[in-house]
């Protein structure tokens, strides 16, 4: 074999191999996500409100109620 056609076949191999790494990582970042601590702390205050927001509702209602009794 030539150093041609060598040199070819390493280039090859080089770039399947950098493919393999570009959807190995795009494969694991989808399925995880990068979410960052912004967007996290975003979550969880929202998710504070929504407990919140159940609480008052049902504080509510046993107020009502207490107030048919």
Do not use: C
Not at 3 to 21: D, M, N, T
Not at 26 to 33: C, L, M, N, Q
Not at 56 to 65: F, G, K, N, Y
């Amino acid at each position: 074999m030539s150093a041609r056609v060598q040199w070819l076949q390493v280039a090859g191999s080089l770039a399947v191999a950098a493919a393999i790494v570009a959807i190995a990582i795009a494969v694991v970042t989808s399925k995880f996500g990068s979410t960052s601590a912004a967007e996290r702390e975003l979550r969880e205050e929202r998710l504070e409100q929504r407990e919140e927001l159940r609480e008052e509702r049902l504080e509510q209602r046993e107020e009502r109620r207490e107030d048919d009794r």
